[in-house]
């Protein structure tokens, strides 16, 4: 399993890049050159079947064919990603990815085609997969989702957590986020503490939704006792 990158990021003055604290990687600054690339992190960090992942994993050389001729050359992807078994007790492959705009790629196409190339070359000799993504894999509700709950994420637990579980529990398992303000978030005292402990349990998975779907105050929320049925 890859632990480190393997290129270090260039500073840029005309671009985004930095350094993002993953809790997937316990808090370790995984590096990004492009904001679509941090974007993509804030998926993995709450995509459930992601164990962990690398910045910059791997450098792979490959020849560079163009008009000019021919030159050695090398390519390294944006991130490696593991996962957790799934339901049936199998770990998919460490996957490559690399992260860029569509007009980025339509611009090169030439010249990402065959770093494309190489790179599933690579993995396959690996046993690994590799995969390209784009604004179109990652813009939408998901993202909107992690994007919001993602400052959540390393909010201190707190006893009360536990209290709203139990009251969810005694109402059949399932409140809407404005039920759940009603109760706990009923005086100005509370208003000042009690969003930061709800919005918390969500962005850790303490309290369940359909993140597929706007989570605000108007969502439904459940706990790991609710019975759909």
Request: hydrophobic share 35%.
């Amino acid at each position: 399993m890859i632990t480190s990158p393997a290129r270090k990021i260039p500073r840029r003055y005309n671009g985004v890049s930095g350094l993002f604290p993953s809790k997937k990687n316990d808090g370790k600054m995984v590096p990004y050159e492009s904001l679509l690339e941090r974007n993509y992190m804030l998926l993995l960090e709450f995509d459930d079947t992601v164990d962990r992942y690398v910045g910059q994993p791997v450098t792979i050389p490959y020849q560079l064919s163009n008009e000019n001729g021919s030159r050695k050359s090398r390519y390294t992807p944006d991130f490696i990603v593991y996962y957790h078994p799934d339901v049936d007790s199998v770990i998919p492959p460490p996957t490559l990815i690399e992260i860029k705009e569509k007009k980025e790629l339509e611009k090169n196409k030439e010249t990402y085609e065959q770093k494309f190339a190489a790179a599933r070359l690579y993995s396959q000799k690996q046993r690994w997969a590799f995969s390209v993504k784009t604004q179109d894999d990652i813009q939408g509700p998901f993202f909107e989702n992690a994007d919001f709950l993602y400052t959540y994420l390393n909010v201190p637990q707190t006893s009360q957590e536990q209290v709203v579980i139990k009251f969810i529990d005694a109402q059949g398992g399932v409140m809407t986020g404005t039920e759940i303000f009603q109760q706990f978030a009923a005086d100005t005292s509370e208003l000042a503490t009690f969003p930061a402990i709800f919005w918390a349990m969500v962005a850790n998975k303490a309290l369940m939704t359909d993140w597929n779907q706007p989570i605000n105050l108007n969502a439904s929320f459940f706990t790991e006792n609710y019975d759909e049925d």
